[in-house]
């Protein structure tokens, strides 16, 4: 049997975690639109999270 689907363990998310220790309220289409609105200076991270366990990549 074959699937045709994509595999979840392979599915992750692009989110900002800021300084405060809390995900940005809002999603990003890809890592440079989160890295372009992440303030890095202020302690901001772009993290890339697995859909499967919700874990950093």
Do not use: Y
Request: proline share 5%; net charge negative.
């Amino acid at each position: 049997m074959t699937s045709t689907g994509t595999d979840p363990r392979e599915q992750t998310e692009t989110v900002v975690r800021m300084a405060n220790g809390r995900l940005a309220p809002r999603t990003f289409a890809d890592r440079a639109e989160a890295e372009a609105w992440a303030r890095p200076e202020e302690g901001d991270e772009v993290l890339e999270r697995n859909f499967v366990c919700s874990c950093d990549a």
